[in-house]
């Protein structure tokens, strides 16, 4: 393969070129027979090592501010593969390098506890590969190469760690969705390629600009749906609870943290920069999609006492927050509301970044757990905090920072997205029923907020407090070096964030800038008072360590503190007496009981002859809308239309020529009418 620079620095080209042979010296290595060495830690490693040089590729893309332009695979003379990494490519390439780079090194120790089988070693490499490739596509085919290969080897990740048969029907459902959200982008694309004349994402701008608009609508659709899909934006979030828990931890954290960012990235590249301002009914529409997928997305979360699969839907919540950020912007955009909608984009591009950050940390976390619990269920782990104080403490952070608690990172870009929303609500450019939105907005953002430190409270409480609830969690030690080295830099990096919030905000200003219009930073610094300034979280910080240091020197330390055994009526306390994840959000469920629609069946069975209960079964489920009111219908849908196709197949072969000749004649008959 060779790589030529055409455009950028010949650094950048070189560190380009070093990240692409690193990453296919990871996928040789994982497919290496097995010798002293283990070829999927050596992978690993080199997937590691390319993520870091993803990283600063990113930063060095973003500092400088020029986009670095090159080619692959040369034929006859023409390049198969073009990639233009601008400032928005770079931030995106920032996120995968540190999600990147941490995952792999956990997934060193992780798999050497077998808690992942050697087959889909060599898909690892191929997904980060694809997912670098994916924030650099400047042309249709490289996308949607990247986009398959992509969807292909992070669905052989799921599928191929632990087969079974649940395993195997998440990998069909993400693989189904992700096949029709391509067609999707394949129908919209196609458009602009036919108006611009080339494939070339630099001639679709200007081919937007001559579309009708209702073709301009159309596409807009188009695009939504395929990356809405891709991102796990509510309604079409159905595969992503089913497949990220399944897969293994360090692999979840790189989908939940970075692929589904690749939908976020779709709808800002495609939705916000190539298409430019549209009608006000597009911001709406993602507004509305970030409302319900934040405050649905953490409800169903809060009903789940499998500790991955509430992250997942947590990945929903904060997708949905994203994409409120981005519905205001593109709102505020097409009013020519400029320094509004860099505002709120650089709200959602920052809080991209903060997600990847302390969703991964989550994941990894969780999967520290089930390496040394064997189980994701809360209701049989507790009292982890003493056992795994590494793993505990980077979940502590993690969850702080997911549940926007300040000084950390999830405060700040919440904090902005609150500005941005504020803002508009405000802003004369904008018509009254998009202000009236906006307002609404915040409202759900704010109980979505809320419910969010609910679910972590609970999450935290019934993995790492009180006393264990299984012989598991008993006997659960800490994990492994590579595993808890992984875990704390996101933990730090969660807090480093959080306090370098103005600066770092400041930069993602940059970048927004360039993609709402010229002159927009200066305006945006100036709305919201100097988004560097207006949040200065080191003062905070410096604050609260100074009230937790006396706090400790006065309340602590001096005290004398007796420790003596829980008084409980004279019974000796058993893990019995706690609340299990289902008891703690009975009163949540109960309350949002018209949305969730709980249902309990409680079976007691008495001893004979007796009125005394001997045992009593309890089970509660909630329902989700969505899957029984669009999904299960248009499942039984397509199986009715199977059926009804199959009784064309009767394997005469007579019958399937007549069929050929009367499909010939009947196109002959349209071709002639």
Known sequence: MSIAS????????????????????????????????????????????????IFGLGVSVIASGTPLLASAG???????????????????????????????????????????????????????AS????????????????????????????????????????????????????????????????????TSFGAFGQAAARLPPGARDIVFLLLLLGFGTKAGAIPLHVWLPRAHPVAPSHVSALMSGV????????????????????????GLLVLAIGVASAVLGVLYALMEHDLKRLLAFHSIENIGIILIGVGVAILALGDGATALAAVALTAALFHTLNHALFKSVLFLAAGSIQSAVGSRDLNVLGGLARAMPVTALAFGIGAAAISGLPPLNGFASEWLTFQGLIGAGGDPALSLVARSAVLLTVAGLALTAALAVA???KATGMSFLALPRSPGAAGARETGRTMGAAMASLAIACIGVGIAAGPVSSVILEVAGELVGSGSHAAATGAVGGIGAVYAA????????????????????????????????????????EYTATS??????????P???????????????????????????????????LYRPLHRAAIDAAQLVRRLQSGSLQLYLAYAVTALIALLLLAHA
């Open 595 to 629: 949305v969730l629609r709980p249902v309990r069946e409680i079976s007691v069975e008495f001893h004979p002859g007796t009125p005394f209960a001997r045992t009593v079964r309890y089970r509660g489920e909630v329902s989700h809308l969505i899957d029984e009111r």
């Open 6 to 53: 055409a455009l950028g620095g010949a650094a950048d080209a070189s560190l380009l070129a070093a990240v692409a042979v690193l990453l296919v010296l990871s996928t040789v290595a994982a497919i290496a027979p097995r010798s002293r060495a283990n070829p999927q830690a050596l992978s690993l490693s080199l997937s590691a090592l390319a993520c870091v040089g």
């Open 131 to 198: 997912l670098a490739l994916v924030f650099g596509a400047d042309d249709v085919f490289a996308f949607l190469f990247a986009w398959e290969i992509m969807a292909l080897s992070s669905a052989i990740l799921v599928v191929g760690s632990r087969p079974s048969a649940d395993v195997a029907r998440a990998g069909y459902l993400y693989l189904a969705l992700t096949h029709l959200a391509t067609a999707a982008l394949i129908i919209a694309f196609a458009i602009l390629a036919a108006t611009a004349g080339s």
């Open 259 to 282: 692929m589904i960012k690749a939908g976020v990235y779709g709808i800002v590249r495609f939705g916000l920069d190539l298409l430019g301002p549209g009608p006000e009914w597009w």
């Open 538 to 577: 080191a003062p905070l910080t410096v604050l609260l360590v100074a009230i937790a240091g006396v706090t400790w020197l006065v309340g602590v330390r001096r005290r004398q503190t007796r420790r003596t055994a829980t008084w409980t009526c004279g019974i000796v306390p058993e893990p019995a007496f």
């Open 455 to 457: 679910c972590f409270v």
């Open 74 to 128: 040369d034929v006859l003379g023409f390049a198969l593969i073009h990639v233009r990494y601008d400032p928005l490519g770079g931030l995106f390439l920032v996120v995968l390098g540190v999600a990147g780079a941490a995952s792999s090194v956990f997934g060193i120790g992780y798999t050497a506890h077998g808690a992942s089988g050697d087959r889909t070693a060599a898909a690892y490499p191929v997904f980060i």
């Open 584 to 593: 703690y959000a009975k009163l949540i469920r109960l309350y949002f009981g």
